[in-house]
């Protein structure tokens, strides 16, 4: 069979999105989408009242509240701490 002569190599396969060989591809290779990292903190009870920084909401002491993981050091309330993940 003349099959068996032929070299491996053909058309280089380029991803249809980046353009990129397959290869160098993040999205081919399956890092599309980063990985969301919550860097929000851990539940704990409100001694203070305050606004949710999301929302805008007011929480009240003995509230559940997190902070929100950005640099304005801001709180999420319940209305808004919930990953999105579960
Ligand atoms: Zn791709
Ligand atoms: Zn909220």
Excluded at 9 to 22: D, K, Q, S, Y
């Amino acid at each position: 069979m003349a099959e068996l002569y032929r070299l491996p190599t053909g058309p280089v396969a380029r991803c249809e999105l980046t353009e990129l060989l397959v290869s160098e591809c993040a999205h081919c290779r399956g890092f599309e989408e980063e990985p969301v990292v919550s860097s929000r903190g851990q539940w704990f009870t409100a001694t203070y009242s305050g606004r949710c920084s999301n929302c805008k909401t007011s929480f009240e002491p003995g509230d559940r509240i997190r902070a929100d993981g950005f640099m304005s050091g801001g709180w999420l309330a319940e209305c808004c701490g919930e990953d999105e993940d579960g």
